[in-house]
């Protein structure tokens, strides 16, 4: 047995994507891992309110050509640490570049990197305000992180 570890970004954007398969709207998949210090603060995906109908069962509910039902993955991600506190400095991971309402929460609870796989819709004012708050951006692709898979070992 070899030992092909994942190195520590391609870690963490690997479970961004395993948990953007529980997300319940078909628009999008998505995930959000924050990271601080090597460890899982909190994880989230795109749903809607606990316990409420589900995009996947009901269709998606669009306003102005978004799905509304949902809460998106990173603001899922910042209220389940909520619950034991968010660090400051943290990284995020995600699968699709944060929106730019998910972005501003993101930098004022103290994100200072974000890790995004897809270049989804990246917005121009979220881009300038990740710059102005010194919060690090870096794009890892899909076919980086999956390939960061079929070279490590399991079990
Ligand atoms: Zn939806
Ligand atoms: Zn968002």
Redesign the pocket.
Known sequence: MSDNRLAWDQYFAAQALLIANRA????AKVGAVLVKDNKVIATGYNGSVSGTEH?LDN???MVDGH?V??IHAEVNAILQGAERGIPQGFTAYVTHFPCLNCSKQLLQVGCKRVVYINEYRIDDYARYLYQEKGCDLVHLPLKEVKQAILDADFI
């Open positions: 319940t709207c078909r628009r995009c269709g998606c509910l799905c039902r949902t």
